[in-house]
């Protein structure tokens, strides 16, 4: 089981900029596909962004591409998520996820299903206000 543990969150001004992070543990962190999810008040949790293993590949969300950017370093079991040009919709609770083994990368492309993550952090606020 890997353990998930999410810091960065804040309060942001419109068009400010955030680093989240994501420390992960467990002996099987670096051969998983990791992603981040946000929920924001009275809405489902969705999907936000997603690296695969070697942080080769990624996927976004349409709402936050272009602004958003996921990285990991899996020589300090990190994986970060900087956001830039923060919008008053972009608050919320945001979640790390690590993927079930099992799951191929295309399924972390489009529309991405919780079901296919099977470790979560307990999310760490971030809030965007004028």
């Known amino acids: 089981q890997v353990q998930l543990v999410e810091s960065g969150g804040g309060l942001v001004q419109p068009g400010d900029s955030l680093t989240l992070s994501c420390t992960a543990s467990?002996?099987?962190?670096?051969?998983?596909?990791m992603a981040w999810f946000r929920q924001a008040p009275g809405k489902e949790r969705e999907f936000v962004a997603a690296?695969?293993?070697?942080?080769?590949?990624?996927s976004y969300a349409g709402p936050v591409k272009a602004r958003f950017t996921v990285s990991r370093d899996n020589d300090r079991n990190t994986v970060n998520l900087h956001m830039n040009n923060l919008k008053l919709e972009d608050t919320a609770v945001y979640y790390c996820?690590?993927?079930?083994?099992?799951?191929?990368?295309?399924?972390?492309?489009?529309?991405?299903?919780?079901?296919?993550?099977?470790?979560w952090g307990r999310g760490t606020q971030v809030t965007v206000s004028s």
């Open positions: 690296i695969t293993q070697n942080g080769g590949s990624t």
């Open positions: 467990g002996p099987t962190v670096t051969s998983r596909q």
């Open positions: 996820a690590a993927a079930k083994p099992s799951v191929p990368w295309r399924r972390l492309i489009g529309v991405v299903q919780e079901r296919d993550f099977d470790s």
